[in-house]
Nanobody
Framework: QVQLVESGGGLVQAGGSLGLSCAAS????????MAWYRQAPGKRRELVAR???????NYADSVKGRFTISRNNAENTVYLQMNSLKPEDTAVYYC???????????WGQGTQVTVSS
């Protein structure tokens, strides 16, 4: 059974930092591209950051220079370090895993991030 379990969300003031983690089980983690998405109320889910199986990263323009995605294949975990947070970063953040050279993908249950002004 595949599981992606996010943790680390919470409430933070604008300008603060939070770190999210996503622990994967049931997959060969190193074979998967990992990503963080977010969805704010009334908005579509959007890509925040992605890290490929070969460690290539890309970011949404809105978070470039503030967020950093990383992964630890030995621990089957992907991270999202979020700095200089803004109220518009408030959303439910979801972990996503896509198998390399495949359309197979999995989602976590999401973790709430709230940034107060």
């Amino acid at each position: 059974q595949v599981q992606l379990v996010e943790s680390g969300g919470g409430l933070v003031q604008a300008g603060g930092s939070l770190g999210l983690s996503c622990a994967a089980s049931g997959i060969i983690f190193s074979n998967y591209h990992m990503a963080w998405y977010r969805q704010a109320p009334g908005k579509r889910r959007e890509l925040v950051a992605r890290i490929s199986s070969s460690l290539f990263t890309n970011y949404a323009d809105s978070v470039k220079g503030r967020f950093t995605i990383s992964r630890n294949n030995a621990e089957n975990t992907v991270y999202l370090q979020m700095n200089s947070l803004k109220p518009e970063d408030t959303a439910v953040y979801y972990c996503n895993a896509v198998r390399s050279s495949s359309s197979i993908q999995y989602w976590g249950q999401g973790t709430q991030v709230t940034v107060s002004s």
